[in-house]
C-alpha cells in the first residue's frame, strides 16, 4: 500500500509560477514509476507530466515547454514547476504512483489561475 500526499497549490495570476510536491510513503519499494495528472473544469483527468518506464518523461502539449517535472522517478517525492500558468491551467492536480500491481492516487491539491 502506498500513501499520497500533495501540497504547494494555490491562487495566483496568469503568467505567475507555482511548484508542487508530493511524497509518498508506505510500500515505496513497490513503486515504478510517478506523475502528475490534473482535473479541470468540463474535463476528463488527464496526465500533465509523467515518468514512463522506459526512462523518459512524458508531458502533455498544453504544457509542454512550461511545466517539468523533477525528482526521482520511482520516488518517494517528486516535484512539478509550472511556469507561464495560464487560465486554462486552473485544475485539481493530483499525484499518482504506479507499481506492477496498482495506481494510487494522492488527494489532490488546487491550483487557481486569474486573469
Known amino acids: 500500500q502506498v500513501q499520497l500526499v500533495e501540497s504547494g497549490g494555490g491562487l495566483v495570476q496568469a503568467g505567475g509560477s507555482l511548484r508542487l510536491s508530493c511524497t509518498a510513503s508506505?510500500?515505496?519499494?513497490?513503486?515504478?514509476?510517478m506523475g502528475w495528472y490534473r482535473q479541470t473544469p468540463g474535463k476528463q483527468r488527464e496526465s500533465v507530466a509523467t515518468?514512463?518506464?522506459?526512462?523518459?518523461?512524458s508531458y502533455t502539449d498544453s504544457v509542454k515547454g512550461r511545466f517539468a517535472i523533477s525528482g526521482a522517478r520511482s520516488g518517494p517525492t517528486v516535484y512539478l514547476q509550472m511556469n507561464n500558468l495560464k487560465p486554462e491551467d486552473t485544475g485539481v492536480y493530483y499525484c499518482?504512483?504506479?507499481?506492477?500491481?496498482?495506481?494510487?492516487w494522492g488527494q489532490g491539491t488546487q491550483v487557481t489561475v486569474s486573469s
Open positions: 508506505g510500500d515505496t519499494i513497490r513503486v515504478i514509476t
Open positions: 499518482s504512483a504506479r507499481t506492477r500491481e496498482y495506481r494510487y
Open positions: 515518468y514512463t518506464t522506459g526512462g523518459s518523461i
